[in-house]
């Protein structure tokens, strides 16, 4: 009887995970749509290749990446890096861009990578998110203009009244429900919901079909069409580095995200490698690239999705839509999705980093707002590059500005002064001028026991102390070194003097 309870309790745990993750899928694919289309959109391509794109990325990154739980697709910040090469070249040369990335990713991981990721200074990812956020919430407000005579212009009236109402329904459903049941994901009750009160009331709302038409068949494999020459070769790979590095730069960073909500760790490296091997098959199949994406992933994990099994049902709905829902989904108001957006887009924002702006280190708080802002205004890989300079620009001054030295003299006439810090580069210039031979006694020991000497430019300023003295007609001796700075030296083959 205890086995049949207990076997009947594993069974109900097993039905409410895969529930929850069948229904978290169901939910991220409705947000990665609108989403793959726009940016589609943007780079002069058929929508269809940003969903096709959404459905190879997503489900082979969930089957064999390192971070179940996360949702990939066609991203617009790699889509923004590709928009001159469609325009200047074709969508041919697209797909074999995307098919050399992909390589590129995996070679990244390869060669394992990947951890270089967790170097990435804390106040860079709160700027990181922020800046997502931001661009997240600015990209809902496209969806507020309809096409007019002289292009995109704003809604207004009753449009503009219908489409705002609709939003803020959508919102108000995404805080009521988890406050009524957990048994369902609040964004999909929204989205259906709102799709349903739409449909029944006859509203004019603005649809996904108005945004475009997704219905289509099976993508085809097709070798990209360009001629295998030096010169095509010269095109794509800087467009190909380009994407590479943005794509790994927003998935790793999203994988740090995740691995905070989850309280687990990913394996980056194995995420580079999935990642490079969906992007492969996606430029095969004469779809878009893609990444992980920060706003899907939020839906995501909200929803209950922490396995494999919600990202594979997202990628296989998208396939769905295509084939056979395109009425279904197609008739979602674009103010559902918008809604549930904007939620995501306030969950994202780290809005912690606010409130202790004025208390963290000033250099940190500049790191979190110029990543934001950099991030808003150009592109992913600029800001958290500017924001890595910055931090270690910061990191140097603050180590440079620790080291210091202590002066006594010994009965015997010797000086000794005892070194404090590290010593290398931003150091070494201050290291100068805390020794003066002109004024000290003929024999002088520097006292290396607390002295952390850490690059070449270390070991040059140790070469020109002793070569200041020597001048000077003085000694000068370099006493307990440790047993790394002593390799440092011997390495290096230095003209030091050390003492027993």
């Known amino acids: 009887m205890q086995s049949a309870r207990c076997g009947l ?31 589609a959109l943007v780079a002069h391509l058929n929508p269809l290749m940003g969903l096709y794109g959404a459905f190879f990325i997503c489900t082979i990154t969930a089957l064999f990446g390192g971070r179940p739980g996360m949702i990939s697709g066609a991203a617009g910040s790699m889509a923004v890096v590709i928009v001159a090469l469609v325009v200047q070249h074709g969508a041919q040369y697209l797909f074999a861009t995307v098919v050399l990335g992909g390589l590129l990713m995996i070679l990244f ?14 106040p860079v990812m709160l700027g990181f998110v922020n800046g997502l956020a931001i661009i997240i919430a600015r990209a809902q407000f496209e969806h507020f203009k309809t096409p007019g005579p002289n292009g995109m212009q704003w809604m207004h009236g009753q449009a503009l009244a219908l489409m705002a109402g609709l939003v803020a329904l959508t919102m108000a459903i995404v805080f009521v429900i988890p406050r009524l049941t957990k048994a369902l994901p609040p964004a999909l009750v929204a989205i259906v919901g709102v799709g349903a009160a739409a449909a029944l009331l006859h509203l004019p709302a603005r649809t996904l079909g108005d945004m475009a038409h997704i219905a289509g068949g099976l993508p085809a494999f097709s070798l ?12 794509v790979l800087p467009y190909a580095v ?5 794509g790994l730069l927003e998935t790793l960073l999203t994988l740090n995200l995740t691995d905070d909500v989850t309280r687990s760790r990913g394996r980056p490296n194995r995420e580079c490698v999935a990642l490079g091997a969906a992007n492969i098959a996606a430029g095969m199949f004469g779809a878009m690239g893609g990444c992980a994406m920060i706003g899907q992933t939020v839906i995501n994990l909200g929803s209950g999705g922490r396995g494999r099994l919600s990202g594979v049902t997202s990628g296989v709905m998208i396939l769905l839509f295509i084939l056979c829902l395109s009425p279904l989904i197609e008739r979602i108001p674009l103010a559902a999705l918008v809604g549930v957006m ?10 912690g980093s606010l409130r202790v702006l004025h208390k963290v280190p000033r250099n940190d708080a500049l790191v979190i707002v110029a990543v934001t802002v950099i991030t808003v205004c150009t592109d992913l890989a600029t800001a958290v590059l500017c924001g890595i300079v910055i931090a270690s620009l910061n990191f140097a001054w603050q180590h440079a500005r620790e080291l210091r030295c202590e002066m006594r003299d010994e009965p015997s006439g010797e000086r000794v002064y005892t070194l404090r810090g590290t010593l290398f580069f931003a150091s070494a210039a201050q290291f100068q001028t805390l020794l003066d031979p002109a004024r000290d006694p003929h024999e002088v020991r520097l006292d290396c026991a607390h002295l952390q000497v850490a690059d070449h430019a270390a070991i040059a300023a140790l070469e020109a102390v002793q070569a200041r003295y020597e001048r000077a007609g003085k000694q000068v001796a370099f006493a307990n070194l440790s047993a790394r700075c002593s390799g440092l030296l011997a390495r290096a083959d230095a003209d030091v003097r050390v003492s027993a």
């Open 9 to 39: 309790s594993r069974f109900s745990s097993r039905f409410s995970t895969v529930r929850s993750e069948l229904l978290a899928g169901v939910t991220s694919s409705f947000a990665l749509v609108p989403e793959c289309i726009a940016f």
């Open 224 to 235: 990209p069409a360009v001629p295998m020459n030096l010169e095509t070769l010269r095109i």
């Open 109 to 122: 991981g390869a060669l394992r990578l990947g951890k270089l990721i967790r170097m990435v200074p804390h």
């Open 342 to 351: 904007l939620i995501v887009a306030g969950q994202t924002f780290a809005w």
């Open 242 to 246: 380009l994407t590479s590095l943005v």
